[in-house]
């Protein structure tokens, strides 16, 4: 059964280009309901804690460094069937193959900088939130 909860992170580099607003608009124009948010800046050791799936890839080192070079927006998103059809909304990781109107297509620059980060599971989204928010901070 799918969830009704995926974790989002607004990436440095949209935040760096003023784009948390358009991205909130289009998560709420998606009809999704945020039930936690706060605006943060990982260190190095909580983005490599994050990110650590990815530590044997090459390109684990600039991740964390992208991640921790600016703050982010986390935020925990809720709808029906939330994992999959955020990740419908924000769109290919590679802009230039993102569908048009989707998050990464407007916002994004580049692979690497992508603007958005989806949670691909409702395993993972429910890890993924514990990791940025504690119980109070949901509503």
């Keep these: 059964m799918a969830g009704n909860r995926t974790l989002t992170m607004i990436k440095p580099d949209a935040v760096k280009d ?6 909130l608009s289009k998560i709420n ?5 945020i039930v936690a948010m ?3 800046h990982l260190t190095t050791a909580k983005a490599k804690e994050f990110y650590a799936v ?6 684990y080192g600039e991740l964390v460094e992208f991640m921790t070079s ?3 927006v ?10 999959e059809d955020f990740r419908k909304l924000i769109g290919a990781t590679n802009p230039a193959e993102a569908a048009p109107g989707t998050i990464r297509a407007l916002y994004a620059k580049s692979i690497g900088e992508n603007a958005v980060h989806g949670s691909d599971s409702d395993e993972n989204a429910a890890i993924e ?3 940025h928010f504690g119980g109070t901070e949901t509503f």
Aim: hydrophobic share 40%.
């Design 18 to 23: 003023g784009h948390i607003g358009g991205i």
């Design 29 to 33: 124009e998606g009809g999704f309901r």
């Design 38 to 40: 706060k605006m943060t």
């Design 54 to 59: 990815h530590s044997e890839r090459p390109f």
């Design 70 to 72: 600016g703050p982010i």
């Design 74 to 83: 986390a935020a925990i998103l809720e709808k029906d069937n939330a994992v």
């Design 129 to 131: 939130g514990a990791f």
